[in-house]
């Protein structure tokens, strides 16, 4: 599937964590997210402030050892320790407009790099390189920019050629930023 397919579909869809409601609040993660979003999920909540060393061996929550469990616990962690506020637990992708012309998504893909947004993954070789489009390309330079800079609206309108996104669109690979 394309990522303009995959765009389209995104658009109909939800989100990749479900906040759990009840007399308290969790954050977990969705069943049937893709192994590489739940690594990066954790990768990303312990490279932020989460303490993950209950989910090391020997941990108090390492059993079950399974992705899913520590990509929930991690979650949670992280969605506590920001208040419980719903953008603490949902995840949100900068992608190209569809209707983007191709001098557009050049334009954001120059715009982005020089903002000192890593762009190697792009480049011939690089994890993102395929699909070899100005669309993908772009719609991974926007996200990284947009992850980057405060994850606000004004840091995904790249001149009203940005989107947000709710379903991931990592592609095998190539996965973006959170």
């Known amino acids: 599937m394309s990522s303009l397919q995959l765009l389209t579909l995104v658009l109909l869809v939800s989100t990749v964590a479900i906040p759990v409601v009840t007399c308290r609040q969790w954050c977990m993660a969705m069943p049937g997210t893709s192994d590489e979003q739940l690594q990066a999920n954790i990768d990303f909540g312990c490279s932020n402030g989460v303490d993950c060393t209950p989910?090391?061996?020997?941990?108090?929550c390492y059993d079950p050892n399974t992705l899913f469990?520590?990509?929930?616990?991690?979650m949670n962690a992280y969605y506590q320790s920001h208040g419980r506020i719903e953008d603490?637990?949902?995840?949100?992708?900068?992608?190209?407009m569809p209707t983007a012309t191709n001098e557009q998504l050049q334009a954001n893909i120059d715009f982005a790099c020089s903002q000192n947004?890593?762009?190697?993954?792009?480049?011939?070789?690089?994890?993102?390189?395929?699909?070899?489009?100005?669309?993908?390309h772009a719609s991974f330079v926007m996200n990284a920019y947009y992850q980057g800079h405060g994850r606000t609206e004004d840091a995904c309108r790249f001149n009203r050629t940005g989107c947000f996104v709710f379903i991931d669109p990592s592609n095998g690979s190539c996965v973006y930023y959170t």
């Open 55 to 60: 989910i090391q061996p020997g941990g108090t």
């Open 69 to 74: 469990d520590h990509a929930s616990y991690v």
């Open 88 to 96: 603490a637990c949902s995840r949100q992708w900068c992608m190209a």
């Open 117 to 136: 947004v890593d762009c190697t993954p792009i480049k011939p070789g690089g994890t993102c390189y395929e699909p070899n489009t100005l669309f993908d």
